[in-house]
């Protein structure tokens, strides 16, 4: 069983619906994120929570939020997504200090 | 602000040496760090720099100097398996936990 998982695995949908990607974790670690990545762009940070409660931007956060509900979830949301939102979505945990990151498997979002 | 430039692609074949160069722009960071994805998939962590000098996994071995800015990732005894592509990542010092900052990636493809 994957230790961060991550769901829908592949969402199709229209401009102007709200999405909610769900991310859980069983490594319990306390620290989570969410990156986008796009074709020649690598991955970019949209949120990041370093315990229950705490939430803090990335570098592209406009059009998103997040809810960190448990050590062991957190969640993506669009609330009114838009094409150029389409893109490879993943969650990442990590233990404090400098320790490794680990990702999920990714969603892939399209918005049409 | 931070960025890391690395080349967009890299050939080479089986049983070759191969080294991703890594040089960045920031104002202060605690680490340089590898990740590995194949085809769309999960990230994964290879190895990181705290400090100058090489650090030896196996196969792989990534090197830092602050001094010039850069790093770099070389892969011996290439194989097919290898065919991936490679982040470099960054933890700023202006950010007060484990969030990254990645590059671009570069896509390594190994022919036999």
Redesign the interface.
């Known amino acids: 069983d994957a230790d961060v998982t991550q769901t829908p695995r592949n969402r199709i949908t229209k401009t102007g619906k709200r999405i909610m990607l769900e991310c859980s974790q069983t490594k319990g670690h306390d620290r989570m994120y969410w990156y986008r990545q796009d074709p020649g762009l690598g991955l970019r940070l949209i949120y990041y929570s370093f315990d229950v409660k705490d939430i803090n931007k990335g570098e592209i956060s406009d059009g998103y939020s997040v809810s960190r509900q448990a050590q062991a979830k957190f969640s993506l949301s669009l609330e009114s997504a838009i094409p150029n939102q389409t893109a490879l979505y993943f969650c990442a945990t990590s233990e404090q200090g400098n320790q490794p990151q680990h990702f999920g498997d990714g969603t892939r979002l399209s918005i049409l | 602000g931070q960025s890391l430039e690395q080349p967009?692609e890299v050939t080479a074949v089986e049983g070759a040496i191969v080294q991703i160069n890594c040089t960045y722009q920031t104002s202060g960071f605690?680490?340089l760090?590898w990740?590995q994805q194949h085809d769309?998939?999960?990230?994964?962590?290879l190895s990181?720099n705290?400090l100058d000098g090489l650090e030896e996994t196996g196969r792989f071995s990534s090197f830092l100097s602050r001094s010039d800015s850069y790093g770099y990732l070389l892969l011996q005894e290439l194989q097919m398996k290898d065919s991936a592509s490679y982040?470099c990542?960054v933890?700023p010092h202006n950010q007060a936990?484990?969030?990254?900052?990645?590059?671009?990636?570069t896509t390594l493809s190994v022919s036999s």
């Open positions: 967009s605690y680490g760090s990740y769309g998939g999960a990230p994964t962590f990181y705290g982040f990542a933890r936990g484990t969030a990254l900052i990645f590059g671009k990636g």
